[in-house]
């Protein structure tokens, strides 16, 4: 479900530029789908500014600077 929404950037992360409206339905659909007894979803939310001080090693770095990323 998620590869709709991002990139898939290791096993279990992946890394999403949102918007407040696709950031919202991400969230309807993870509640509807996740088993809480079973599965485990962190979000980490940053804003521009910590986008912008990722240290990214290797080739690739984020292509957008939007306010959501997961």
Do not use: H, N
């Not at 918007?19 to 940053?46: C, G, H, N």
């Amino acid at each position: 479900m998620l590869t709709g929404y991002g990139t898939w950037t290791q096993y279990s992360v992946f890394e999403c530029f949102l918007t407040a409206v696709q950031f919202t339905q991400l969230q309807i659909k993870v509640e509807k789908l996740i088993k809480p007894d079973e599965d485990s979803m962190r979000v980490y939310v940053l804003d521009v500014g910590s986008v912008k001080r990722t240290i990214t090693y290797g080739f690739q770095k984020p292509r957008q600077e939007q306010v959501i990323v997961l």
